[in-house]
């Protein structure tokens, strides 16, 4: 028995790889003992969409969200539990409905980020609905695509402004690619962003909590083997930058549990997309990278449920735009401020002695368990669940080989 118990609620939608990893974990941490010399347990237990009266009271004090970025029903939960119960979410569902693609890149911009050149133009088709539709007719000004297209510059992207699994992104080189591709946007509000052209590598940064993994990351691969296993792509300086852009983003919105992509071209980071309410922690993709992410998501939700770290629904843009406005700092000297900001938000120093002093021995138990039947177990019931018979015996030995490397580089 511990002194204090914890409810920890996963709101799911198709996966069952990572949760599965993640409730094995929690059971095998069992109790620790917390800064306030108390034991506590954290216990999970998945989430079940039902109706739900304003005012019960939830048992639950964190939930990893996974589903209301795209199921309306549990997002209005959230929302119910953050305001009227103090339970802690991951990601604010309220920036993420509030701030999605769009505001993220003109938050951004203003904070000096080397956002590529983006313009929103209008729908194509008028959305089904007699308002709109009239005025639309009365007040939406007749603009030239082309001449548009010619002050992002060629080649772009076509990609849908709030955005999401990559659909309804396209590469657009010529005019006729771009009357192709907004023709078939119909009701959809696109962007229109300038291509980075000619960059060096593609990065892509998973943050939880105050913990970042920069991972190199090939987009033209299948997704089996988009994340190559490189630890030396970045220059210390560079890394150091996608670390802190990450961290920024997800502490100027309030997300705990976010993925960055940025690309680099010479001296430059260029993020791009930012805005991931379910970044991706699949192991058929994350694969090496895996064990980590697990590690991270354990150790940030013990931390907040064992430390009554609070939920904060407020954001405090001011302050960051106090620093982007601020013409006599350098882009460095901005970076630096807005990695204090994280840090204060993140809690990152409270973190690191937490980890240090409550949760020792996390990097020798995950080791352990990935090294154990049961995790292989979970590692062929997923690739078997995923892919064809036909590939399972090639899937199993591409995926255990790259597991049985992590246990290795971090035996």
């Known amino acids: 028995m511990a002194d204090v ?5 996963l709101l799911l939608g198709t996966e069952d790889d990572w949760p599965r990893a993640y409730e094995a974990l929690l059971r095998r941490l069992g109790v620790v003992t917390g800064p306030d010399g108390r034991t ?29 970025y795209w199921y309306y029903h549990p997002r209005e939960w959230l929302k119910k539990i953050a305001l009227m119960d103090d339970v802690y979410l991951l990601n604010s569902p309220f920036t993420f409905q509030s701030m999605e693609k769009h505001a993220a890149y003109c938050a951004m911009m203003r904070l000096g ?7 929103l133009v209008p729908y194509k088709n008028p959305l089904d609905n007699s308002r709109y539709a009239y005025t639309a007719a009365r ?10 297209a010619e002050q992002v510059g060629y080649p772009m992207f076509m990609k849908p402004y709030d955005g999401g699994a990559w659909v309804g992104v396209s590469r657009i080189r010529n005019p006729q690619e771009l009357h192709a591709a907004y023709d078939a946007s119909g009701e959809r509000l696109m962007h229109l962003q ?8 593609f990065a892509r940064s998973l943050t939880i909590g105050p913990e970042t993994m920069v991972m190199k990351f090939r987009p033209e691969q299948p997704m089996h083997a988009r994340y190559e296993v490189d630890h030396g792509f970045l220059s210390a300086e560079t890394g150091h930058e996608v670390v802190t852009i990450s961290r920024l983003v997800n502490a100027f919105f309030r997300w705990e549990f976010n993925s960055c992509e940025s690309l680099v071209r010479g001296g430059d980071v260029h993020p791009i997309d930012y805005a991931n309410a379910c970044p991706d922690v699949a192991i058929t993709s994350l694969h090496y990278y895996f064990p980590w992410a697990m590690a991270a998501l354990l150790r940030w939700t013990v931390f907040c449920v064992v430390t009554g770290r609070r939920p ?10 106090a620093i982007g406005d601020d013409e006599s700092l350098s882009y460095a000297e901005k970076l630096a401020e807005y990695r204090r900001l994280a840090d204060e938000y993140f809690e990152t120093d409270r973190y690191r002695e937490f980890c240090e002093t409550c949760l020792p021995h996390v990097d020798e138990m995950v080791h352990d368990w990935v090294s154990s039947e049961e995790f292989r177990s979970l590692l062929r019931e997923t690739i078997r669940a995923t892919y064809p018979v036909h590939e399972h015996e090639k899937f199993e030995g591409h995926f255990g080989g790259l597991i049985d490397a992590w246990v290795r580089d971090n035996g």
Do not use: M
Request: a negative charge; charged letters at 30%; aromatic letters at 10%.
């Open 5 to 9: 118990e914890h409810t920890i609620g």
């Open 40 to 68: 506590h347990r954290a216990i999970s237990e998945r989430v079940t969409i039902e109706p739900f009266n304003l005012r019960y009271k939830p048992r639950h004090d964190l939930v990893i969200d996974r589903l209301a």
């Open 113 to 119: 980020l080397k956002v590529p050149e983006t313009v």
């Open 139 to 148: 007040y939406n000004q007749a603009f030239d695509l082309d001449r548009t």
């Open 194 to 201: 300038a291509a980075v052209e000619g960059y060096d590598v």
């Open 312 to 321: 904060r629904l407020d954001t405090d843009t001011a302050r960051y735009f």
